[in-house]
């Protein structure tokens, strides 16, 4: 059987708020350790029926580009509960929300750019 490791490293500051992220897969297409501003993980905790989350990011990740980043997984949740369940009407469901965010995250950005 094939194996595949997923290792991220997080350097915390004296408060333990993180200031670098890296991450590194045995099947990453880029070789070495890549940095990343931020990360979601999602696990299934079947026991408890429920979720467990692990969302980091660093003090240089811009408002921004969380919101997309967010938006992204999101869309990104949409494809794979479409793949996974064959439900086109949650998935839909989820891809409107994220239009909307998206034009609404597009207004905020010129209009940031405007008072600049």
Known sequence: MKKSDINFNVEL???NIPEKIYWNATDNPNEGINDTRAIAIGVWDH???GTLKIDL???DMEVFDMKRF???LMSGIADTLLTATNDKVMADAIEGVCGTLSKKLDEEIKAAAKEA
Do not use: A, G, L, N
């Open 70 to 72: 967010y938006i992204e």
């Open 57 to 59: 990011w660093t003090k």
């Open 47 to 49: 026991y408890h029926r």
């Open 13 to 15: 500051d004296s408060q």
